[in-house]
């Protein structure tokens, strides 16, 4: 519906009727205005399939809802590396939500993992925003194909659940723009998701349902957000605070209750009616959005989409050892263990909880086609197995020629609500594991989890298969990659560290409550391990196959970019093997330039590739000046550092194939004012002083004391001297009497005469 029209109804709404269309009729319903043909809309969870409560309603996933496909969750989609798997699952989401009469999805959520202890890690894409920006924008343009809308969440800074409705999440502005709120920029810029879910968490010390700043300065000004924002479910704070913050709608309804604080706030004048009309128009505009593409009679095929599913989760495991073991025959004796195998663990715990479709275990997937010995080993819903159960295990593995063993984490490991407090597997499986390897030489592990754990009994298996929560589809996907029907492609979007100590945010998660500070600043995930030379289990971008890749001819566009150029890079990957597969290529910046606290490289571009054996594609990624910029809080906008940079196309962050440079050609540099303590390096930097500064050097020359021969000692306090002059201020030049008081003021106004553009 044009703007002209929606005006017209609101102007034709009574104070109270602006009011209530600002918050929710129940749960999942928003109100509807029947007089003047606003009806009433549902939205549902997300992120990885319908959640469309029927009968009792509930935020925490505790009531059933109706059936729906449960696709890989975000941690296993992030995992293919593919965007466009992100958009044909979105596009089934799409579907489903047309077919059951749901106006908006809420997902996807696009929170980092600064902690792989978060319990929702699960439910989000990864520890790169990057990835998680680009995976997100796909999966929002499949979905809002089929004219239903999306809820992007959290935003922001929700990056644990421990105390989750009050904690504040300190960090700086740079930190805050360039890890956690990236992967929201590029969703919302790329993608127009109808609507943005705002956090329960205070960002800085303001709740972010109140947050000015990130709902209207950030998310309306300057990425030119034209939705709704919603308020999580129960995260307003102050009702008439959030208004005009620029929260439009209040989840699940508040009874009434703060209807009538936003219309005494108009009447008392607290705050203007337009205030009010702006969110009832941002909410209006959806809402007949969807009406006016909608059809009731729309159905869609759930078996089809369950195959979309498995389909989908074939290329999100990730391979993350394979010594040859790999892939299986089905003419093997093969033994599986753990009752994942039986009942896989798909999705996890909270508002995000699908009630499935229809779930295969990997053992049934087997029927028909190869028999093998199963032994539960291990419960999959708790922490202890019997002696027995685990002799029998044992038993039945060492006869085989391969043990499989279906490891995970149980459902009350990780959750929305709570966060996690360590990053082990039930000890009952670890024991197991161990002793499994004692007798027998092929032992293969098949993982089940939402977030990394620690694998301490990596160097001792002959395979792991990261499932990941694969969706409902999970039995069939192991299946096939187990026995090669399909090849793995999937690659790690976190890195699994060794141990919980060497994680990034270890000393400041969760915080105390109150607070979290994020002190590690941008050196999240693989930002962290690379800078700190830190060993991992398995880096970032990580993901073996069942054939081989070769890169070669890394070419680009160009040998220098300025701002607001494009770069384009392009590489020919061959499949070297004897097997159909797909690689995902990346692509990684590093700054060359000497720019003190920038991590060692970012993941700036990524492409999956699938190629028959022998074949060769050029991939190609376009880069823009972003790939190369990072946030500076004086300029208080995105920069570079003239110079070079590397563009690493790579396997993984750990495996650069191909090297090139570039040279990026800043069109700014930070702002410089002239004072007393500015040092010589500075004015050497900036290209307004450089020369007047050199200049001004050599004037000194006779004065300053100069090495006379090679000696070492020589060496040694002609570079102390270098230092010295470099790193004095201005008024140094006083104190060693290389210039007076009157010459030190007359520089001053000289520099700033340059700076300001003078000559
Ligand atoms: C969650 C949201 C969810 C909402 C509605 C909240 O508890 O944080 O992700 O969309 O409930 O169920």
């Known amino acids: 519906m044009d703007k002209e029209k929606i005006r017209k109804i609101i102007s034709e709404m009574t104070l109270e009727e602006k009011a209530g269309l600002c918050s929710g009729a129940d749960t999942w319903r928003l109100k509807a205005v029947e007089r003047l043909g606003i009806p009433s809309v549902m939205v549902s969870d997300g992120p990885h399939g319908l959640r469309k409560q029927e009968g009792r309603t509930d935020h925490l996933g505790l009531n059933e809802s109706i059936k729906a496909v449960c696709f890989p969750a975000a941690c296993a989609l992030a995992s293919s590396f593919d965007a466009g798997l992100a958009q044909k699952i979105g596009d089934k989401l799409g579907e489903e939500c047309r077919a059951e009469n749901v106006s908006v999805l809420l997902g996807p959520a696009v929170n980092i993992k600064r902690s792989p202890l978060c319990g929702r890690n699960f439910e989000y894409f990864s520890e790169d925003p990057f990835l998680a920006g680009k995976m997100a924008a796909a999966q929002i343009r499949g979905i809002q194909k089929w004219d239903v809308g999306t809820s992007l969440k959290h935003f922001a800074a929700n990056n644990q659940e421990h105390c989750r409705m009050t904690c504040s999440s300190n960090l700086s502005e740079r930190t805050l723009r360039e890890i956690y709120l990236t992967a929201f920029e590029i969703a919302v810029k790329e993608a127009k998701p109808w609507s943005i879910m705002c956090s329960y968490n205070k960002v800085n010390g303001v709740f972010a349902s109140e947050n000015k700043k990130l709902l209207t300065d950030i998310l309306r000004d300057e990425w030119e957000f034209d939705g709704f924002v919603v308020s999580d479910w129960g995260a307003v704070n102050e009702r008439v605070d959030g208004l005009e913050a620029g929260l439009d709608l209040e989840m699940p309804s508040s009874e009434g209750i703060q209807d009538a604080r936003i219309v005494s706030a108009v009447r008392g004048g607290r705050i203007p009616e337009s205030v009010l ?291 384009t890079v392009q590489v020919d990957v061959k499949n070297t093997g004897k097997r159909s597969g797909s690689e995902a290529v990346q692509v990684y910046i590093s700054d060359r330039t000497g720019t003190p606290g920038r991590p060692i490289k970012e993941l700036k571009g990524f492409e999956k590739v699938s190629l028959a054996p022998g074949e060769t594609k050029t991939v190609e990624i376009i880069l823009d000046e972003r790939a190369f910029q990072w946030y500076h809080e004086g300029m208080g906008k995105w920069y570079a550092k003239a110079g070079s940079y590397a563009v690493c196309a790579a396997h993984s962050s750990a495996d650069v194939r191909l090297v090139a440079e570039v040279d990026y050609e800043s069109g700014c540099v930070p702002p410089l004012k002239a004072d007393k303590n500015t040092t010589i390096m500075q004015l050497l930097e900036h290209p307004a002083t450089k020369a007047a500064t050199a200049q001004m050097l050599s004037s000194f020359k006779s004065q300053i004391p100069q090495s006379r021969d090679g000696s070492e000692a020589n060496a040694i306090s002609s570079m102390m001297m270098r230092e010295m002059v470099l790193n004095a201020p201005l008024r140094a030049l006083v104190n060693f009497k290389l210039i007076d008081g009157t010459a030190m003021e007359r520089l001053i106004v000289q520099f700033n005469t340059l700076l300001s553009g003078g000559k």
């Open 277 to 567: 009309d702006t969110a009832v128009e941002r909410i209006l505009d959806k809402v007949f959005e969807y009406v006016e593409h909608e059809h009731p009679e729309a159905v869609f095929d759930r078996e089809e989409h369950h195959g979309a599913a498995a389909e989908a989760e074939k290329e999100c495991a990730v391979l993350l050892k394979n010594s040859g073991v790999l892939p299986l025959s089905r003419k093997q004796k093969i033994a599986y263990i753990g009752e994942f195998a039986e009942i896989p663990r798909y999705q996890g715990g909270g508002s995000s909880h699908i009630n499935p479709w229809r779930v295969n275990g990997a053992l049934a997937a087997t029927e028909g086609k190869n028999k093998v010995i199963y032994v539960k080993g291990f419960p999959h819903d708790s922490d202890c197995a019997s002696e027995e159960e685990i002799e029998a295990a044992v038993e039945a593995a060492g006869q085989a020629d391969v043990a499989v063993i279906f490891a995970g984490l149980p459902d009350s490991y990780e959750s929305e609500g709570y966060d996690r407090t360590h990053l082990r597997l039930p000890d009952c499986q670890n024991r197991l594991i161990e002793r499994i390897c004692r007798v027998q030489d092929n032992v293969v592990i098949v993982l089940h989890n939402g977030s990394p754990v620690e694998l301490p009994w990596a160097d001792k298996v002959s395979a792991i298969l990261e499932m990941y929560l694969g969706g409902e589809g999970v039995g069939e996907a192991a299946d096939a990659l187990l026995y090669g029907e399909a090849n793995p492609s999937g690659r790690l979007p976190e890195t699994f560290p060794m141990c919980l100590e060497h994680t990034p945010a270890f000393l400041n998660f969760p915080g105390d409550g109150e607070n979290v500070d994020y002190r590690e600043e941008v050196f999240v995930g693989y930002r962290y391990y690379e800078t700190k030379k830190l060993p991992v289990r398995y880096p970032f971008g990580h993901g073996l196959s069942y054939t081989e890749f070769e890169y070669t001819d890394m070419r680009l566009s160009a040998k220098s970019i300025s701002p607001g150029q494009k770069l």
